[in-house]
């Protein structure tokens, strides 16, 4: 049962593999009938060198005739052959290489592209060093698919077929014990197979862990030193480390103890069996001319009859790597991408909105990330055009995921949200993204200058990024900076500041010109100087722009228009911060006064 499971995963894993590949080859397709021509002629006229060695010893060296023009010409052809064939070779591999690279090159866009485009459930479950893993790693499976695995299994069973065809145009009994030899071959394989798979794949696995422990550490690298985490993380790693090695030596020890020694054996077996039948036949008298020079040919082949063997089943093992990790990119190219927006609305509608309707208009709302685990629970709440609204509650009652489902980073009920008067489901992507701006809790930076990180690859005129750092009065430290504008911030923003990170993140979402402002908890992290500043860039937004601001520290959005106070994913209390703090033993007055005793 296990094994048929196995067998199917493995099928399934197989076909994957090939869609992909002729996938990411698209139109450089016929490169690949190029190659496989050039690699047929190739293997064709490596064939047929030995014959003409046969001849060269049949008609003119055993005979002892000396008709060196006749000599002169088999030679020739000979090295002519190999010259030929090795020119054609090298024809193929620039031919696969170059359709290799670009397959490569082509995956790699659009597995990028495709997570780019995942909804954020999936980021809640996938592991950064996975993810990367498979856009560099997993998809350079690819290019071995191509250069390795399909260069030699077509090269030598090109060759081979043609050798079998002219040992059976030699002699066809000899011919039949070379061939019965392949199935052991094959047995061979098997056996090395089923030895080496699991080893193959627990390597592949432990080396994206690998990857994903570094890529965890070197994230969290401030807070690993703060908790003196070095140590074990340090021998997690190393077990890590360990178990892949363990692995990786179990699979060359499988190569190295059966498949190559096996095979060599097979090879001197089968060499040994054609020249007795010869010693049989001849029966202790000298060999006839003619025996000699199929016995030269037959000697040739099977040299080279072996090697293809051998060569096809050594790439057995790239071939299982490079499915399993075609396979798991194809499995990261079949998540489904985050649902497509506003294709059955009317644009003009769409793109307008109602004037008069509220910016935001939640309607019994009800979400969970998970089952029936609901975080919140019948939210109804109109926010006026232009007014400033401030979300606050403890920990945990559902503050971020009411902002995350605001801004379509997960699916709420169809209906259920309105933007404008607009279903937020029915505003196509665009039209909502210039619509919304976000000031996240953690600013996130990209290690390049001032003006691209305002910018965010918009492409947005540099009279608009400098108005938007004017109003959120990041101006003047920016210009402050050694090069201004195109001071490079270093990797995170390293080089400021958290407060004037979020200052450079406000001016970010106001650079978009957005109607409406989400601040997610933007002023957790900075002093109440930067806070002071951010409140006065607020204010200047007021009646213009639409702020809907988290809040842990509630003097940010004490002057807010209203307040809604959540609690368990329900809205306890809505009101302003005067009208709630009459509510004598309200939830935000409590708050209130924790925080006030606090500081
Ligand atoms: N991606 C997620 N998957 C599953 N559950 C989640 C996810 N994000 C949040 N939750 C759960 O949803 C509930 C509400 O979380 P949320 O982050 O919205 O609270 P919050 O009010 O913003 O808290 P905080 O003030 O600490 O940021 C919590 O119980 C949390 O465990």
Redesign the pocket.
């Known amino acids: 049962m296990q094994a048929e499971r196995q067998e199917r995963a493995h099928a399934q894993q197989m076909r994957q593999a090939v869609g992909l590949l002729r996938d990411s080859a698209g139109p450089d397709l016929h490169h690949l009938w190029w190659a496989v021509l050039w690699l047929a002629c190739a293997a064709g006229l490596e064939v047929v060198a030995p014959l003409l060695g046969k001849r060269l010893i049949d008609d003119y060296l055993l005979p002892r005739v000396a008709n060196w023009p006749a000599m002169a010409l088999l030679l020739g052809g000979v090295f002519v052959t190999g010259a030929i064939a090795t020119w054609l070779r090298y024809l193929q591999l620039v031919r696969l290489s170059g359709l290799a690279m670009r397959s490569v090159q082509r995956l790699r866009e659009r597995v990028y592209g495709h997570v780019l485009r995942l909804p954020?459930?999936f980021f809640?479950r996938a592991i950064t060093g996975q993810l990367v893993s498979r856009v560099t790693n997993d998809t350079e499976a690819v290019k071995q698919l191509y250069v390795q695995v399909l260069f030699v299994i077509l090269d030598s069973t090109i060759v081979l077929t043609g050798m079998i065809l002219a040992m059976a145009w030699l002699d066809w009994r000899l011919m039949s014990i070379v061939v019965a030899t392949m199935p052991f071959v094959l047995l061979i394989v098997l056996l090395y197979q089923r030895l080496s798979a699991p080893a193959v794949t627990k390597a592949r696995q432990l080396r994206s862990d690998i990857n994903a422990q570094m890529a965890e550490s070197i994230g969290g690298m401030s807070v690993l030193q703060a908790n003196n985490a070095q140590r074990r993380f340090g021998e997690r790693f190393a077990r890590t480390n360990d178990d892949h090695y363990t692995q990786r030596v179990a699979e060359i020890r499988a190569n190295a103890w059966l498949l190559r020694p096996a095979l060599d054996m097979l090879n001197v077996v089968l060499l040994a069996s054609v020249i007795w039948l010869f010693g049989l036949r001849a029966g202790g008298a000298a060999l006839g001319a003619a025996e000699v020079g199929v016995l030269y040919a037959f000697i040739s082949y099977i040299a080279r009859v072996i090697e293809p063997l051998i060569q096809i089943t050594m790439q057995f093992s790239q071939l299982q790597q490079s499915v399993v990790a075609t396979a798991r990119v194809a499995g990261l190219l079949d998540e489904p991408g985050a649902p497509e927006h506003g294709k059955c609305g009317d644009g003009a509608a769409n793109e307008a909105g109602d004037a008069n309707a509220p910016a935001i208009d939640i309607r019994h709302l009800d979400f969970a990330?998970?089952d029936d685990?609901k975080?919140l629970h019948d939210v109804t709440l109109q926010i006026p055009q232009g007014a400033f609204y401030g979300i606050v509650?403890?920990?945990?009652?559902?503050?971020?995921?009411?902002?995350?489902l605001l801004l379509r980073y997960y699916p709420a009920r169809p209906g259920s949200i309105l933007m404008s008067g607009v279903p937020l489901d029915e505003i196509d992507h665009d039209t909502f993204r210039s619509r919304v701006g976000l000031v996240p809790?953690d600013p996130f930076l990209l290690a390049a200058s001032a003006r691209e990180n305002i910018d965010m690859g918009r492409n947005l005129p540099f009279e608009r990024i400098e108005r938007a750092a004017r109003a959120a009065h990041a101006h003047d430290f920016i210009l402050a900076l050694e090069n201004g504008y195109d001071t490079v911030l270093g990797e995170g923003g390293s080089r400021l500041s958290s407060g004037q990170k979020q200052l450079i993140a406000i001016a970010r979402a106001l650079a978009g010109e957005p109607r409406i402002l989400m601040l997610d908890?933007a002023t957790s992290r900075i002093d109440s100087a930067t806070e002071q500043i951010v409140q006065e860039a607020l204010d200047e937004l007021r009646g213009q722009v639409t702020i809907i601001a988290?809040a842990?520290r509630l003097s940010t959005i004490r002057d807010a228009d209203r307040i809604v106070v959540?609690n368990h994913?329900r809205i306890e209390e809505s009101g302003s911060h005067d009208a709630l703090m009459r509510i004598e033993g309200g939830l935000y007055q409590r708050l209130y006064l924790l925080q006030q005793l606090a500081a």
């Open positions: 954020m459930a809640d990330y998970v685990n975080v509650g403890h920990t945990g009652s559902g503050k971020s995921t009411l902002l995350s809790q908890e988290i842990h959540l994913g």
